[in-house]
């Protein structure tokens, strides 16, 4: 093997945090083949596994590209975040929502959604709220990930009148995004509008209230010319 996939870490992250008992898997084979891990005795004669220098290089590795994922990830949150501030919008981060999809019996099933960025348009007319949900990705496999989980974008859907997807540039062309989403691209220096979010009426329930009730919207950037 010349690359660790994701189980692989996985297990080394969990190898190294126990005492390393052996699940005597196919996993355990591969990294014991690979050299990331290795057998040692106990004096009762049993075996447990011990992660070596190379598989804890691995881990310091897949932890040094996940931080410099999640730091890419919330700079583009902020961005955006602020982005909606400037359009006269009250943004919020790291909301916890509840969202009800109906089934195919008339019941609805709910579920939890937490967007990156949830908005709505400074009003004190209810119509005119607009709420609007961003989801952020930085990388090709978390959105395919996403993609691949209609249920949790269609909780978006369910709680709001506009959702967005907005990518790192590079990482997908807006056509591979379904067209229920509005499409924006992440550059170095600003967001680009690759395609328009369908528009439709959509008020905020009363557990969405509550929960904006409880959260801090992001602070408003201070006037430079307010203290004059």
């Known amino acids: 093997m010349t690359a660790p996939r994701r189980h692989h870490l996985q297990r080394l992250r969990q190898l190294w945090r126990s005492a390393g008992w052996p699940c005597q898997d196919l996993v355990e084979v591969e990294l014991l083949a690979a050299g990331w891990v290795e057998r040692l005795a106990e004096p009762d004669g049993r075996e447990r596994l011990r992660v070596t220098d190379a598989g804890v290089a691995l881990i310091a590795d897949s932890l040094t590209r996940n931080r410099a994922a999640r730091d890419a990830h919330e700079t583009l949150v902020e961005r955006v975040a602020v982005e909606m501030q400037r359009a006269g919008r009250i943004a919020w981060r790291g909301l916890t929502l509840r969202a009800g999809l109906p089934q195919e019996d008339g019941a ?34 978390d959105l395919l990930g996403e993609l691949r989980r209609p249920a949790k974008s269609a909780a978006y859907r369910a709680l709001c009148g506009q959702c967005w997807f907005v990518l790192k540039a ?26 328009p979010a369908p528009k439709r009426a959509h008020k905020p329930d009363f557990a969405t209230w509550m929960a904006l009730a409880r959260a801090t919207p992001l602070p408003t950037a201070e006037d430079p010319q307010s203290p004059l």
């Open 170 to 195: 590079g990482i997908a062309e807006p056509d591979e995004i379904p067209p229920e989403y509005g499409v924006l691209i992440g550059h170095a220096s600003h967001l680009e509008l690759a395609r």
């Open 108 to 141: 609805l099933q709910w579920v939890q959604a937490m967007p990156d960025v949830y908005s709505i348009r400074h009003s004190t007319v209810e119509d005119y709220l607009e709420p609007a949900i961003h989801e952020i990705k930085v990388s090709r496999a």
